[in-house]
């Protein structure tokens, strides 16, 4: 008997469904010992515009995650859960694909905080997949914020939807387009997810976040 096929969506954590940057701001504040309103909302690479930069910043990440949990006590991206739930129950396979594995020796930590996060906030997943290289793990269509992210994606001709923020506003929109926050994103997912039904033979879902009658039991 042959599997019915699912449409998988790839979705990044950091800075696409978590707010990363927020929590890191907040961390940065105590390790500088600067007034968090005085560091810029928007970060420069390396963080040097909030007294870290690039020689400092592996220790300063090891202390965020080792030390305050950054992984577990972000803030969701506004209106991702949800939007992420309702697609979800309309039959999509969410695959979260994150590169948190970046600092040796607390990978086990890492995981379990991403883990603990997901679960907190009711984000469905079939897959956790951490990788550097997300073009190697399949799907129909991606969701991401970084740009070193979107234009592998792109090179390997992947289909991406880019979530907009001040890092990459000087990107083109591309084939997947550019969504100005989550409910946008979730309008864009879903115009592509009827158009793979379609094409596969199969109903859409009765209503927004309702789970079609061939949907099966799962995450």
Not at 43 to 65: C, K, Q, S, T
Not at 112 to 134: E, G
Not at 179 to 197: P, T
Request: aromatic share 10%.
């Amino acid at each position: 008997m042959t599997e019915r096929p699912h449409f998988v969506l790839g979705l990044d954590l950091d800075g696409t469904c978590a707010d990363f940057y927020g929590r890191m701001r907040e961390i940065a504040s105590e390790w500088t010992r600067q007034p968090l309103e005085s560091l810029p909302v928007e970060p420069e690479w390396g963080l040097g515009n909030w007294g870290i930069g690039m020689d400092n910043y592996a220790r300063f990440h090891r202390f965020a995650v080792t030390q305050r949990g950054l992984f577990e006590t972000m803030k969701p991206i506004v209106d991702a859960p949800q939007a992420i739930r309702r697609l979800g129950m309309e039959g999509i396979r969410i695959r979260i694909i994150t590169h948190r594995l970046i600092i040796r020796y607390f990978h086990e930590v890492a995981v379990q905080q991403t883990v603990r996060w997901l679960d907190y906030w009711s984000i469905p997943y079939w897959d956790l997949c951490f990788m550097r290289d997300k073009g190697e793990v399949g799907a129909d269509l991606y969701v991401e914020d970084s740009p070193e992210n979107i234009q592998a994606l792109r090179a390997r001709n992947k289909e991406v939807i880019i979530l907009s923020n001040p890092t990459n506003k000087e990107l083109a929109p591309g084939p997947g387009g550019q969504a100005d926050g989550w409910l946008a994103a979730e309008e864009m997912i879903r115009r592509r997810y009827y158009d793979w039904l379609e094409g596969h033979d199969l109903a859409r879902p009765p209503g927004v976040g309702r789970e079609p009658d061939w949907a099966t039991d799962g995450p």
